[in-house]
C-alpha cells in the first residue's frame, strides 16, 4: 500500500517506490531499507550531509545517530579528508600501474595495528571478510570456519543456514534463506555463541584438524568478558586454526589502532572497512606475515581494491583520527549522551536504560520482548519527527558535539513523554503511525 500521500516525507516515500520496481530488495543495504527505521516518518533519501547531520529530499534536516551505517567516524564531508580525495581525482586514477599509496597506507596499518605485518585491501567488509576466509583456507588447507557476529553477504558466511536454517538468526537475523549459495557449502561455516568458551572448545574438538580460522566480532556495544578474548585466542591456536577479529562495525572507534589495544588481545588477522575512510569505498585486511604471505600464492585480485581515493582517503581518515584524538571526543560525547539520556529517562518515568560502550551506546526498553519492538518503533518514529535520525541505538561520529547532545535530549524528553503516555494507557497502537520495525540484525555482541 502507498504510503506517499500520508508520510511526511512524501518524495522519500515516492522515490522508494519507484526504487521497489527497479532494484530488488529496494536498496544496496538492507541496513538502509526504510523498515528498518519508522516507515513513512524517517526519511530514506538524502540529498547531503555535513558533519553531523544530513538533508532529506524533503527538506528536513536531521542529526545522524547512525553515522552513516558507522562508515562515518570524523563527520560528513570532513574538508581535510575530501580535499585530498579531490586532488587525487585530479592527478587521474585507474593507472595500468599501481600507486605508491596503496605501500603508504600499508605502512601505516602495519605501524598502528597490533597484528598487522602484511596487508590487502578490498571495497567494504563483507568483501574484506571474505578475502580473510580465503587466506585463512589457503594457510591453513582447511575448508570450514567457525565463527560469531556478523560478517556479511558472502557464499561462505550463509553457507551456515544451509545446515540449519536459523544458525544465523542471533548472529544475523531470523529468516534469512541461503538463496543461492551452493548446497555443497553445506557444513563448513559453523555458528558459536559469543561469551561461551566451552561451546567454543566443543566445537574445535568436534572438528579437529578441520578449522581454518575462528573469526568473531571481539566486541561491538558492550565489554567483552574479563578473559574471554584471550582464553578464545588460546583455543584457536592450539587447534592451529587461525583468529581473525572483524572489526569493521567497531572500527577505529576503540582506539586509533582498533579494539585490540583496547581489549589485551592480538589475534593473527583483522579486518576493517566502514569508518577506515570516513564514508568513502575502502577495505583492509591485515595479518601477520605467517598467515598473510601464503595469499601471494592463492588468486585473490580486484581492479578497484586499490585505487587510489579509497587508498588516500583511508590514509588521511587514519592520520586525522589520530591526530584530532577523535576516539577521545567520541567516547566523551557518548559517556555525556548516556548520563543525560538515562536522566530524562528517570525525569519522565519511563523504564528505559541508555548503556553500553561509550562509543556505540544503546537504548533498552524494560518490557516483553514483543512490546519492545513497538516501543523502539515509536521511539524512532518520535524522535524523527524532531530532527533525530536514528535507532534505539547510537553510532558515534567526532562531529557530534554539545549542540547534538542538546538537541538530542530534547527531542529525548518529549519523545518519552509520549512514549509513557502511550504505555500508560494502552494507547502504543494508536501512537504509532508506521508498521513496527522489522529487526535489526542480532549481533550475539550487542
Given at each position: 500500500m502507498s504510503t506517499t500521500s500520508s508520510s511526511r516525507v512524501p518524495r522519500s516515500m515516492e522515490k522508494y517506490e519507484r526504487a521497489l520496481?527497479?532494484?530488488?530488495?529496494?536498496?544496496?543495504?538492507?541496513?538502509?531499507?526504510?523498515?528498518?527505521?519508522?516507515?513513512?516518518?524517517s526519511p530514506a533519501y538524502a540529498t547531503r550531509?555535513?558533519?553531523?547531520?544530513?538533508?532529506?529530499?524533503?527538506?528536513?534536516?536531521?542529526?545522524?545517530?547512525?553515522?552513516?551505517?558507522?562508515a562515518i567516524i570524523l563527520g560528513y564531508a570532513d574538508p581535510v579528508v575530501n580535499e585530498d580525495v579531490t586532488n587525487i581525482i585530479a592527478a587521474g586514477i585507474g593507472f595500468s600501474v599501481n600507486h605508491e599509496l596503496e605501500v603508504e597506507l600499508a605502512e601505516e596499518l602495519v605501524r598502528r595495528v597490533p597484528c598487522a605485518e602484511m596487508v590487502r585491501y578490498a571495497k567494504g567488509g563483507g568483501d574484506a571478510c571474505a578475502v580473510a576466509v580465503r587466506i585463512a583456507r589457503g594457510a591453513t588447507g582447511r575448508d570450514k570456519i567457525l565463527f560469531c557476529g556478523y560478517h556479511?553477504?558472502?557464499?561462505?558466511?550463509?553457507?551456515?543456514?544451509?545446515?540449519?536454517?536459523?544458525?544465523?538468526?542471533?548472529?544475523?537475523?531470523?529468516?534469512?534463506?541461503?538463496?543461492?549459495?551452493?548446497?555443497?557449502?553445506?557444513?563448513?561455516?559453523?555458528?558459536?555463541?559469543?561469551?561461551?568458551?566451552?561451546?567454543?572448545?566443543?566445537?574445535?574438538?568436534?572438528?579437529?584438524?578441520?578449522?581454518?580460522?575462528?573469526?568473531?566480532?571481539?566486541?561491538?556495544?558492550?565489554?567483552p568478558?574479563?578473559?574471554?578474548?584471550?582464553?578464545?585466542?588460546?583455543?584457536?591456536?592450539?587447534q592451529g586454526a587461525v583468529l581473525i577479529f572483524d572489526e569493521v562495525s567497531t572500527g577505529f572507534r576503540p582506539s586509533a589502532a582498533g579494539s585490540q589495544p583496547v581489549v589485551?588481545?592480538?589475534?593473527?588477522?583483522?579486518?576493517?572497512?566502514?569508518?577506515?575512510?570516513?564514508?568513502?569505498?575502502?577495505?583492509?585486511?591485515?595479518?601477520?606475515?605467517a598467515v598473510m604471505e601464503p595469499a601471494d600464492r592463492m588468486f585473490i585480485s580486484s581492479t578497484c581494491w586499490s585505487d587510489p581515493i579509497g587508498l588516500r582517503a583511508a590514509l588521511t581518515t587514519l592520520r586525522e583520527v589520530e591526530r584530532r584524538d577523535a576516539p577521545a571526543t567520541i567516547q566523551n560525547t557518548g559517556r555525556e549522551l548516556k548520563r543525560r539520556l538515562n536522566d530524562v529517562a528517570a525525569e519522565t518515568g519511563v523504564a528505559v536504560t541508555c548503556s553500553g560502550v561509550d562509543y556505540h551506546p544503546h537504548l533498552t526498553f524494560d518490557a516483553p520482548a514483543d512490546l519492545t519492538v513497538q516501543l523502539n518503533t515509536?521511539?524512532?518514529?518520535?524522535?524523527?519527527?524532531?530532527?533525530?535520525?536514528?535507532?534505539?541505538?547510537?553510532?558515534?561520529?567526532?562531529?557530534?558535539?554539545?549542540?547534538?547532545?542538546?538537541?538530542?535530549?530534547?527531542?529525548?524528553?518529549?519523545?518519552?513523554a509520549r512514549i509513557k503516555d502511550a504505555w500508560d494507557n494502552n494507547r502504543i497502537d494508536q501512537m504509532m503511525e508506521c508498521e513496527p520495525r522489522s529487526e535489526f540484525f542480532r549481533r550475539l555482541v550487542s
Open positions: 520496481e527497479l532494484i530488488p530488495g529496494g536498496t544496496q543495504l538492507i541496513s538502509r531499507r526504510p523498515s528498518r527505521f519508522a516507515y513513512g516518518v550531509a555535513q558533519g553531523a547531520r544530513f538533508w532529506d529530499v524533503d527538506g528536513h534536516e536531521y542529526i545522524d545517530w547512525v553515522s552513516g551505517i558507522g556479511g553477504w558472502h557464499d561462505w558466511y550463509l553457507a551456515a543456514n544451509l545446515d540449519a536454517d536459523a544458525s544465523l538468526d542471533a548472529h544475523l537475523f531470523p529468516g534469512i534463506e541461503p538463496t543461492g549459495v551452493p548446497r555443497a557449502l553445506t557444513g563448513t561455516a559453523i555458528p558459536f555463541p559469543y561469551g561461551d568458551l566451552d561451546a567454543l572448545v566443543q566445537k574445535l574438538e568436534e572438528h579437529r584438524g578441520e578449522i581454518a580460522a575462528v573469526i568473531m566480532e571481539p566486541m561491538r556495544s558492550e565489554e568478558p574479563d578473559g574471554y578474548l584471550a582464553a578464545v585466542a588460546d583455543a584457536a591456536r592450539d589485551g588481545v592480538t589475534p593473527d588477522m583483522a579486518v576493517f572497512a566502514k569508518s577506515i575512510s570516513n564514508g568513502f569505498p575502502m577495505g583492509a585486511v591485515v595479518g601477520t606475515r515509536l521511539y524512532v518514529q518520535e524522535m524523527a519527527k524532531r530532527g533525530c535520525h536514528g535507532y534505539a541505538s547510537f553510532y558515534l561520529n567526532a562531529a557530534q558535539g554539545p549542540a547534538e547532545i542538546d538537541q538530542t535530549v530534547d527531542a529525548a524528553r518529549e519523545s518519552f
